[in-house]
C-alpha cells in the first residue's frame, strides 16, 4: 500500500463525481481511471491497509492512500457503475443476472469476514461493475 502525504490531486485529474466517488484520471497515464474517495472513518488507514494485501477477483484493487492535514483520500481501481446507478425499476433482470449478482458478492463478503474484517458499513454503493462484466466490492 502506497501511503502518501499530500494532496491527490497532485497526481489525479478529476473527472466527475460517481456517486460517493470521484472518478479522476492519472496524471502519467491519460488511460488509467480510478476511484477516489474521501474517507470519514478513524479506522481508515487500518483497513486500507488490510484491503491493500486482499488479492481477490471480487474485491477492488486498492491504489494508494493519501493522508493531506485531517483528509484521508483512497484511491481504488475504477468502478464503471455501481450497482444503485442501475435502473432496476425500468430494466427487468432475469432470474440468472439477479442470482449471478448475489453470488459474487457473497463471494467478496465471505472472503472479507474470513479474514476476520468488518462488513458493519457494507452498503449497495460499494458494489461496482466493470465493463468487463466484474462485479466487485469497494471500500467497507
Not at 45 to 66: D, F, K, M, W
Request: negative net charge; proline residues 1%; charged residues 25%.
Amino acid at each position: 500500500l502506497r501511503i502518501l502525504l499530500g494532496d491527490p490531486w497532485d497526481d489525479y485529474d478529476f473527472i466527475r463525481y460517481l456517486g460517493q466517488d470521484m472518478v479522476a484520471r492519472r496524471k502519467a497515464s491519460y488511460f488509467k481511471l480510478v476511484n477516489i474517495r474521501q474517507c470519514q472513518s478513524s479506522d481508515a488507514l487500518e483497513q486500507s491497509r488490510l484491503l491493500s494485501s486482499i488479492q481477490h477477483p471480487n474485491i477492488a484493487t486498492v491504489c494508494g492512500l493519501y493522508c493531506d492535514g485531517d483528509k484521508i483520500f483512497l484511491v481504488t481501481e475504477h468502478f464503471h457503475i455501481s450497482i444503485l446507478q442501475l435502473e432496476l425499476q425500468k430494466y427487468e433482470l432475469e432470474e440468472w443476472e439477479i442470482a449471478t449478482i448475489i453470488v459474487e458478492v457473497l463471494k467478496g463478503i465471505a472472503y472479507i469476514s474470513s479474514l476476520k474484517l468488518s462488513c458493519k458499513n457494507f452498503s449497495g454503493a460499494n458494489v461496482g461493475l466493470t465493463l468487463a462484466g466484474e462485479i466487485k466490492l469497494g471500500e467497507l
